[in-house]
Each structure stands twice: as C-alpha cells, then as structure tokens.
C-alpha cells in the first residue's frame, strides 16, 4: 500500500531494503552507476508487502532462432543484467517446468493459437478464428525467414537437436497448463496471447465480427489496419503487474490482439491491467478503424490455480525500443518470485 514518511509519500510498489551496513556503501555505488535514486526513512513500511527473490526464468527460443526473442535477450544481457536461460521446444515438452523455472517468457511467435493459427492482428484469442497466415511457431524448422534452413529436424546438426521442432498446444500445452497450475508464471506477447484460448481464459477478440455465414473472423484489413503506432491506454496501476507506471501509457502496436472480457471474468479470476479508453487511441503514426479499439482491452492478466498468465496484447518489448512499457515485463518477472508477507 502506498505510505508516508517525513512528509513524503510513497505510492504502492515502492521497494523497501532493510537497512544493513553494507546498504549504503552498496546503494551509492547503484546510484553512481545505474542513475538510481534512493531516499532513506525512519521506519520500514508496515503492513502488506512482496518480499522479491530471485526468480529463475526462461525465454522460449526457436532453432535458428526468433528476432522477437531475441530482442529480450539483448535487454536482459545488454540494458537491464537480468539472468535467464533459453528454452526450446523440447525442454518445454518434456514437462516438469517448475522445478527448473518461476517464469516462462513467449514474445510474438511463440505459441500458435489453437488449431495451429495465431499471429497478430487479433487472431490469437478465444473465440476468434485466425489470421490468414500460419503462425511463425507453426513453421517448420528454421521459423520466420528460414534461417535455420526448412528440413525439418533431419536438417539440424546433432549439437543442436535439443533445440528443434516447435511449441504445439497439442504437445506443449499440458506441461504449460500443468506449470502454471502448480503457481509458475507465463507471460505472452502478441499472438503468444492465443494460450488464452487454449486455457479457457474468459476473454474474445475485440477486432472480430460474426459474418453473415454465423462464423466468427477477424476484420479484414480494410476496416481496421494498424501496423505500427503508437496508442494511448488507461492503466490500472493498483495492480501489481502496473505497479511504478502512470496512469495514462503508450504502447507500440503492430497488428496487436486486443480482448474482450466475457460476463465470467471475475468469477475466473481474470482483470484488465490496461485498456484503450476511447475511440481515437492514435498518438503517433496511423491507423485505419481505430474505433474498433474503443473500450478493448490491452493487458489482462489471469489466475490459473497457484499461477499466472500475463496477455500482452501490444508489443511492450518490440526491438528494444518502447522503454515506457519494459516495466510491465519486469514486474512480471518480479512477481514471479515474489511472497505475500506482512511487515511489522
């Protein structure tokens, strides 16, 4: 909760670190270093508080490997030092996920939607049909732009078996569903959102229509087409998840799924984090139907028995570039490792 010492007041999610003698040479040395800043209270917070660990996180990858993935990589090793180990399909198949990790990370491409279909553009949540073009972790071995060659795993040098074939609900989606439940956390970007469906998440494509033939589609480009601006959310910054952020955030859109909560959200214990609260959310570049956004929402999260599922419908990591939205990841990844305790 947020709380105030020395006529200042700390909003929720401030990091509290005991005092020891060690803290203030170590805290100097961040500050000089990294920019941080940090002030001193006269006493520790009271009350409700996460008390963070290190977690242990995997990032999917895919033989030849994923742009998408590989733009967090380089957050992780080159902007914010976070460790992490990469994670490939059959690692992923074999199951028994949360003896080795707290958190498990899908960018855009990771996990196709049911039937084997996702992607952007509003294709890879419950209830929507696909795009018209399979998904990046659909394709054979090599993925998006062959460059791990397209031979299946024939093709795939020995020292590299362990990272062939791809993520599949039919395959993965057990040992993902059975790691969340026993309290692991899965955090999905973009069409990776399409797990949604796959775990009975109460939520529906908002840029669908029913057509004339009673089948439920995207819309087609020509009444709605964003492929890469910037849009303005309303943030829940209460929650956890948006803890440190505003209350107003742009987010970089591509082609992004954006959702529907059904009637049966709060019973299933799923909530918007962030939302597109008007009918022209359009900051920057451009975008054709943007109307359709109005009331949609862009960051859910969902409980899933001891677990949690993040939906990230807009591209918070994209390239390496929307610094205003890392913090979302990294509160998840935060999370992950953090225990409910009371301060005294």
Do not use: C
């Not at 460790?83 to 074999?94: G, I, S, W």
Request: charged letters at 20%; hydrophobic letters at 35%; proline letters at 8%.
């Amino acid at each position: 909760k947020p709380f105030s010492d020395g006529g200042k007041t700390y909003p929720a999610g401030t990091i509290y670190i005991p005092a020891k003698p060690t803290t203030a040479a170590t805290l100097a040395k961040l500050a000089a270093q990294l920019g941080l800043s940090f002030d001193t209270v006269a006493a520790k917070p009271r009350g409700e508080a996460f008390q963070l660990h290190p977690e242990r996180v995997g990032l999917w990858d895919r033989y030849g490997g994923s742009m998408e993935s590989g733009h967090i990589r380089w957050l992780f090793e080159k902007e914010y030092q976070t460790p992490y180990e990469l994670v490939y399909a059959p690692t992923l198949n074999a199951g028994n996920l949360k003896s080795k990790f707290d958190v498990l990370i899908f960018p855009e491409g990771g996990i196709p939607a049911p039937g084997g279909r996702g992607g952007r553009n509003g294709g890879a949540t419950a209830g929507a049909a696909g795009p018209e073009t399979s998904s990046p972790a659909a394709d054979p071995v090599g993925g998006r732009g062959g460059r791990g060659g397209r031979g299946g795993s024939n093709a795939v040098p020995d020292e590299y078996k362990d990272q062939a074939g791809n993520v599949t609900l039919a395959q993965t989606g057990p040992a993902l569903r059975r790691f969340v439940e026993e309290g692991g956390t899965v955090v999905t970007i973009g069409g990776s959102t399409g797990i949604a469906q796959y775990l009975g998440l109460p939520v529906t494509s908002a840029l669908s229509e029913v057509g004339t033939d009673g089948v439920e589609r995207r819309l087609p480009n020509t009444k709605f087409y964003v492929p890469g601006s910037i849009l303005e959310t309303s943030v829940d910054n209460t929650l956890p998840l948006a803890y440190g952020l505003p209350d107003k955030v742009d987010v970089f859109f591509a082609g992004s799924p954006a959702f529907r909560l059904l009637p049966e959200a709060n019973l299933k214990r799923t909530r918007p984090v962030a939302w597109y609260a008007s009918a022209e959310p359009l900051r920057s570049g451009w975008a054709w139907g943007q109307h359709y956004l109005n009331g949609a929402v862009a960051i859910a999260e969902a409980d899933v028995g001891e677990g949690k599922v993040y939906l990230f419908g807009p591209e918070i990591t994209f390239r390496g570039q929307p610094h205003g939205t890392f913090k979302f990841l990294f509160n998840a990844i935060q999370l992950a490792g953090a225990r409910s305790v009371t301060l005294q």
